[in-house]
Structure formats: C-alpha cells, structure tokens
C-alpha cells in the first residue's frame, strides 16, 4: 500500500517537474525580473541607450562628455526594461577615456527614458 502511493508520486512528481520547469524557465531565463547579458553591444537600440545616458549626464553635471562604446551590459525586465551599462566615455577636450557605469529603464510604452544612475568605475 505504502510502496503503491510512493510509486504514483514518483509518477506524478516526474510528470509535474518538466512542466513547472519550463514555466519557471519562462519566467526566469529571459523572463520578469532576470538579468540577461547583452550580447551584442553594437547593436543601435544599446547603442542609443548608452548616448542617452551620456547625454543625460551631461545635462545634469555640465560635463562634457563624449560617447565611445558600450563596454559591457545586462537588461532586466522590471517595469519597463532596466539596462546596466558599462560605457567608456571621454571627457570633452581630448580628455582621456575612462569607463562609466549607466542604470537607465526604458519604458517602451510610454515613449519614456529616465537616467536612474550614472558614476565613473
Ligand atoms: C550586432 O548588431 C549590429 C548592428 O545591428 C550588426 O551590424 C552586427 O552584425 C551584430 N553583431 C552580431 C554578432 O550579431
């Protein structure tokens, strides 16, 4: 008796782990609330991004800083997209180039950017 409920809830437990795996994965990997490298940092959409942080910047701090590249980046998905940018930047002036961490969330519908951060590394 014991032996047969054991058995029908490896059954069940085998047959539920794969369904709630793919869900859970759908909804972490790529999903709500998840950090997802950037793959391609050339790519315009980053690329926009990263100048819109500088120019934020620039605006807020009087600084003048020049856009070279995006570094490196994640994206989460929170309300809206959520980049993390490591951007290389150099100051206005033939300054030299230094990196610069940007946090800045993209809300899609709304046609809406906002810099949440921004600091040299
Ligand atoms: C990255 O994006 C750029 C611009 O869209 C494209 O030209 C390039 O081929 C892409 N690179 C990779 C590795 O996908």
């Not at 926009?48 to 989460?76: C, P, R």
Request: aromatic residues 6%; glycine residues 12%; contains cysteine.
């Amino acid at each position: 008796m014991m032996m047969m409920m054991m058995k029908s809830l490896i059954c069940i437990s085998l047959i539920l782990l794969p369904l709630v795996s793919v869900v859970e994965g759908g909804r972490l990997g790529g999903g709500y609330g998840s950090q997802k490298p950037i793959k391609n940092l050339s790519d315009p959409n980053v690329v926009a991004i990263a100048k819109y942080a500088i120019g934020e910047h620039n605006k807020q701090s009087k600084e003048n800083l020049v856009f070279v590249k995006v570094v490196e980046g994640t994206t989460q998905v929170v309300s809206g997209t959520k980049y993390n940018l490591k951007i290389a930047g150099k100051s206005g002036g033939g300054g030299k180039i230094q990196n610069y961490e940007a946090v800045v969330v993209e809300k899609l519908w709304l046609h809406s950017k906002s810099l949440e951060s921004f600091k040299a590394v």
